[in-house]
Structure formats: structure tokens, C-alpha cells
């Protein structure tokens, strides 16, 4: 129930930031080729009902006169059972601050041989500071296993 709470607060918060911009294009900011991305994050297991601290680490390369970018994600839940993910990422910027990333991959359990396929969206909204952004994260995964659901704080950076 907990997590239902903290998905309405950041909906609402990103939805109004969305409503209070202004439409006149002011671009005093720079595309940046190349991004670094770090994501720290409380991650929810609806099957097991259990939560556990997530840590994402993203490259992605834009591609050029496009606010699409391809790369590659890790991404690490401490919990019992050490959860890793390795994927491709496709990023999409529609809007300046507005971002979202899919990425198809593969799953697997410290110490155990058995790889899975598994699939995240995550949807950030970034606040810019130089060539650093930060902002609220959302994300939701599915393999075989379970899904999970990861609210959390994004950093990138942008090279």
C-alpha cells in the first residue's frame, strides 16, 4: 500500500511540472552527446512483497538531431538474492526534462547458473545543474521470477 502512496506523490509531481511549463522554446541549455547515469532506489517485489535497495547504472549515447539515444544498463537489488541485470537502453526524451528508457535484458541471482530475460521501463524527470541532472525516478521490471517496482532518485551526467 505503501508503494501505491509514493507513486501517486511522484505522478502529481511530475504532472505538474509537465502543466508549468512554459510553451515558448527557450533552449539556454546544451544536449549533451554522451550520458553517465547513476540511480539509487527502494525497489518493491510484488510477489514476495519484501523491499530491497536497487542501484542502476546507465551509458547512453544520443543519437544525433534525434531525442532518441541507445546504450547499455546495469542494474544491481541487494537482497537475498543479489538480483543483476544487464541491458540494451533505449532512451526518449519527449520533453526537455522528461525522460523514459526501456531496456531489454537479461537477469540472474548471485551464484546461480540460470539466466532470464527480463524487461524495465523507467521514466525520470531530471532538474539541471550544469552538466549534472537530478531529479525523481520510476521504474517497473518483469522477468520470470517477479516483478518489481523501484521508486528512487536519478543523477546523470552529461559529457
Known sequence: MKITIYIAILASLISSNLFAQNTEHNHTHSHHKNELGIANSLVYFTNAEELAYGLHLHYIRSLPHSKFGLGLGYERVFDE??????????????M??????????ITFEDGSSEVNFAFHFETSYGFEIYDFHLGPLLE??????DIHISLG??????I
Open 153 to 158: 532518485i536519478h543523477v546523470g551526467y552529461g
Open 140 to 145: 517497473f521490471a518483469f522477468d520470470p521470477e
Open 96 to 105: 526537455e526534462r522528461l525522460h523514459l528508457a526501456v531496456s531489454p535484458g
Open 81 to 94: 538474492h543479489g538480483h543483476n541485470t544487464f541491458g540494451i537502453v533505449g532512451g526518449y526524451s519527449p
